[in-house]
Structures are given as C-alpha cells and as structure tokens.
C-alpha cells in the first residue's frame, strides 16, 4: 500500500471518488500499472530508445511520431475540459485568465507597433492575427497547453526590420512579410529534420535563466512606463517652473527623484517615447499611475497565494486563486476608471478600423527578397527557441502531463500560421513565457507535502484541454467588436500591474530564483530541498553564479539600445541551450539544478 499510494494520480483520483467501486477500481488499476512497470524495468530499453528517436537523415519522421502519439488523443482534449470533478470550474477560470492576459498586453504590443511603425502595424492587426492564429493553434497544436501570441522580442525584431528597411530603401510592409515567409521556410525545414531533437540537450538551467529573462523583461518593461509617467507628469518643465514660483526649486525631488527617474528611463526598455515640452504639470496622474500599477500586482500575487491561506473553505480559496487576475484587472480597472475619474490617465489608441489586404510583393526588389532571407534566418532561431523553450517547461516531468508532446509538429503548424499572418501583413507570433506554463498551472489540482517540516505545492493532476484556449481567442474576437467602447475604461498603469504579475506568479517553483534567494538566506534557514541535500553548497553557489552571469549576458544583449546587436540575441540563446550548464553532481540528471529534461 506504500507503494500504491505514493502514486500522485491514485491520491488525486481516491479524493475525486464518489462510491466504494471507483476507490476498488482505481487501486485495482494503479496495481496493475505497477506490476507492469516493474516487469519492463527488468529489461533493458535504453537500446529501444535509441533506435526509436528520430535522426536528422529522417525526414518527417518526428513529424510523423508526433501525429501518432497525439491523435489518439485527440477527442480526449475536448472532453477533459468539461468531464470530471471541478472540470468545469478549471475552464471558465482558466480561460477568462487567458483573455486578460492575451488581450491586454497585444493591445499594449499593438499601440507601440503603431507608434513604432507610422500605422503599418497597428492594434487593430494583433488582435485580428492574435484570434485567428490562436485559434488555429489551439486546434490543430499537438501541444494545447501551450499559448501563442505576439511578444515583446518579435516586437523588437519588427523594428530591427523597420530600420533595416529604412537604411536601403525598401518598403516596409513587403519587406516584413517576405521575412516572415523566410522564417516559416526555415521552421519547415527544422521539422522536417527532427531539428527539434536537438532540445533534449537543453538543461533545465536553459528554461530558469530564460524563464527569468521574461521576468526581468516584464519587470522593466513596467518600471519603464512608470518613469515615462513620471517624466511626463511629474518633472516635466511646468513642473519645475511651478517649483520655483514656490520656492522649492533645490528640494529633494531634484536632488534625488529626478536623477533616479531619469536612470530608470535611459534606454532600459524598447517603448522610448519623446516627452513635449508643453505638457502640464499633473503630478497626480503619476502617483495615480503608481497606485494602479501596484495595487493590480498586489491584488492578483494575494488572491493566487489566498489557497495557502486558513480563511473561507478549500473550495472557495481556490476559487479566489483560479480568478486573482481577472478580478484584479477589474477592481482597479473601476478605480481608476470610475473613481478617480477627474484624473486624465492616457488611453490607449483604438479605432476599430479592420483594414486588412495582401501585402504587395510587387515592390521588392531581387536582392531585397534574398536580403530578408537573412533576417528571416535569424528570426527563425528566436523562434525555434523560443518555442521549443515553452513547450518543454509545459511539458516539464513536475506537471505529470500524460498525452505526450509534439515538438515537430507544433513547430509547423506555427511556420504555417505565421506564413498566412505574413502574407496579409499581420503580425508574428510563437509561444509565449510566462504564459505557457501559467496556463498549466491554472488548469492542475494541487496537494502541499510536507518533507521534514518543510511545505511544498506539487501539481497531482493537469486537465490537458484544447478548450481554454478556443473559448480565450473566441472572447477575443468577440471583444473587438465593442473594444473602443471598453478600452477608455482601463487604464494603462492595470496593463503594467499585470505584467508585474506575471513576472511574480512565473518564478514559483522557479529553482534558480530559489537559489539566489538562498545567496542572502542564513544558512539554518535553508530549506530541506532535494537538491540542497544532495548537492554541496559550494558547488551549488558555484552553479547559481554560472546562471547569473549567463542571465547578464541575455539582459545585455537583450536590453542594448543598438538595433543591429539585438539581431544576435536569439544565436546567443541558442548557444546558452547547447549544454550551457552542466549539473552539479552526474546523477539523478532530472531532480538536481541543471538536470536535463528529458525529450521524449
């Protein structure tokens, strides 16, 4: 019995039970599973393996394994988000934390496209392509855990594209487009080569530094906005002519606030904008920003940890959890909206024109066809990383999904996805972090074990569902149909609370952040984790700073005000994946810090 009820799935499956004959039944199977597993460990498979992973020199054939594996399973996607116990509840939840956090940041991605490149991309554009690519995606993905969209390295490349364009001539539109067409052949071919296999060398240490790139980006991509208010509202040339009509013109705030603003605001993030030199002093509008921003990150982090509180009943808390964030974008989306509504906070730019056409190849030139292929092949590394990234931290061994994975084939059905965006001039869009493995853990059932007095969540069961990505693009779609009337109602300042949310919510269970909290832990205070006992200490600081330097090197290339620098950043990720961070001891390769995941 020891054995049996170690079993996760048999716990999570014996609490869900409803009579005597499914608690039988289910003891009954999971003893069975067990015997069977035993008698396949007598045997040798390590030669099987081997001859059964797909090889460079076969085409197609990881494509092929791929729709093999999933097909089966395919109806299942749709039933298991709707069948069984808290089934239901799971979906509309998730699925209404999906929508707020796809629809917000494409409307923030598409303003600075607009900004960036004169209208040609606009708002109106990512959330036609978000929908029906998302909708594609969700369908015919082999892996529908994972979320698709624009993000904001696709919406650096497009202004590394805009500038290139800009240098030689070229027309923009066209000119994106044929790189988006460069990037989909070369996704083609990296399937049809089984180049995805090439994952299994990535190590956990991989998806933590670049899990933790995102947080950063996320992080500053917010601090920046609010310097930018700041600047704009706060210490502004009205403002500073206010000061010395009252005589504070040496205060504090010049000594201090406007040098640390203005470091905040140097070039640290890619939405730059101009301050003019006539604008009010409104210093009101910032602090409101401030209060916004902060107050919609402390709502959504306290109502997803209310499950770890002792108030109200189990199912109530996780009820609070499963919606922290869209309650969060409400509550302060009415305060500053409705509330403070004599504080002029600046919308966000909408018409709710649809004008969408073929793109007109016509106008490039030979050599400008040839040349995107170049910034097409560069693209394409971004996103075969990129993807393949989020789709092995949906697939990691602690979210026990049971229906396997589809590297290959995701990878075509995004080149072919992006191909159709291209042509109609529409933005790109890939897997996304944090959104993936959040999207997991919305959709799991939980249990706290507790190992030496210390408590830990670990995730039991994952309704592996097609469902609340559908329904999430369906809402979508369906609100861009009224969104000028809406947007007005929220604020900017909500949009970075929830990119601060999902910087904070995606470091959970995140091993590098825990051993860099460790770097300033009093020892005693060490948690009793596997890897701190199994791992000396020295050799795992040791680890931890290999991570941060690895982690600088990303936030520089990242981060750098150079264009032309940034185009180098997904071949930089790429030699990070490639055995970037040994493990700190030769065994147990799937527990300890850097262990590598596992491909198949």
Same mark, same amino acid.
């Given at each position: ?9 048999? &716990? ?271 210093? $009101? ?177 994952? &309704? ?50 825990? &051993? ?74 799937? $527990? ?9």
């Amino acid at each position: 019995y020891v054995t049996l009820f170690s079993d996760m799935s048999l &716990r999570h499956s014996l609490l869900e039970s409803q009579v005597d004959l499914e608690v039988k039944a289910y003891i009954r199977k999971a003893a069975h599973d067990i015997s069977n597993r035993e008698e396949k460990a007598e045997i040798d498979m390590s030669k099987t393996e081997a001859d059964n992973e797909p090889s460079f020199l076969q085409p197609f054939r990881g494509i092929r394994d791929d729709l093999a594996g999933r097909l089966p399973y395919y109806w299942s996607d749709y039933k298991d988000g709707v069948v069984g116990p808290k089934s239901l509840q799971k979906t509309i939840s998730t699925t209404f934390f999906l929508y707020f956090s796809i629809i917000l940041p494409a409307i923030a991605f598409g303003n600075l496209q607009d900004d960036n490149t004169g209208g040609d991309i606009n708002v109106e554009k990512i959330l036609v392509g978000q929908v029906c690519g998302g909708l594609i995606f969700s369908i015919f993905a082999g892996q529908p855990l994972v979320v698709v969209m624009t993000t904001a390295p696709l919406v650096l490349f497009t202004k590394i594209i805009l500038l290139v364009a800009k240098d030689f001539g070229f027309s923009f539109l066209p000119f994106f487009a044929m790189v988006g067409l460069w990037n989909s052949f070369f996704l083609i071919i990296y399937a049809t080569f089984n180049l995805s296999k090439l994952m299994k060398y990535s190590s956990r240490s991989t998806e933590e530094t670049f899990g933790n790139f995102i947080s950063i980006a996320l992080t500053v991509d917010a601090m920046k906005h609010l310097a930018g208010s700041f600047k704009a509202n706060y210490n502004n040339a009205a403002c500073e002519l206010e000061d010395i009509k009252n005589g504070h013109h040496h205060t504090i705030n010049e000594t201090l606030v406007n040098p640390l603003l203005s470091a905040m605001s140097h070039n640290i993030t890619k939405r730059a904008a101009e301050v003019p030199d006539d604008l009010p002093c409104q210093r $009101e509008v910032s602090l409101l920003y401030l209060i916004l921003m902060l107050g919609t990150v402390w709502l959504g982090v306290s109502l997803f940890d209310f499950v770890k509180t002792p108030y109200l009943s189990s199912r109530r808390r996780e009820l609070l959890s499963d919606y922290a964030l869209p309650v969060a974008v409400i509550v302060f989306s009415i305060l500053g909206s409705v509330v403070f509504n004599r504080v002029a906070l600046d919308p966000f730019k909408f018409e709710g024109k649809f004008n969408i056409t073929l793109v007109p190849f016509e106008e490039l030139t030979v050599g400008a066809v040839f040349f995107a292929a170049l910034l097409g092949f560069s693209l394409s590394i971004l996103f075969f990383m990129d993807q393949n990234i989020s789709a092995a931290m949906v697939n990691s061994p602690e979210n026990h999904l049971k229906k396997g994975n589809a590297y290959h084939w995701d990878l075509v059905v995004v080149a072919l996805i992006n191909a159709v965006l291209s042509i109609f001039g529409l933005p790109f869009m890939h897997a996304v972090l944090p959104h993936s493995p959040l999207h997991v853990q919305c959709l799991a059932d939980k249990e706290t074990r507790v190992t030496n007095g210390y408590a830990r969540d670990v995730v039991t069961y994952v &309704r592996e569902t097609r469902l609340t990505n559908i329904f999430s693009n369906i809402l979508i779609g369906i609100t861009m149909l009224f969104l000028q009337y809406i947007l007005p109602y929220i604020p900017k300042a909500v949009l970075d609370g929830l990119f601060l949310y999902m910087a904070v919510t995606a470091l959970y269970g995140n091993q590098m952040f825990e &051993r860099v909290t460790l770097l300033v832990t009093e020892q005693a205070a060490y948690p009793p984790n596997h890897y701190i006992k199994r791992v000396p200490q020295r050799k795992m600081h040791t680890f931890t700073a290999c991570q941060l330097v690895n982690l600088l090197v990303l936030c520089v290339f990242g981060f750098t005000p150079w264009p032309y620098i940034k185009m180098i950043f997904p071949v930089v990720l790429a030699c990070f994946s490639s055995n970037q961070a040994q493990d700190p001891t030769p065994t147990d390769r799937a $527990e300890v810090p850097g262990g590598h995941r596992p491909y198949y």
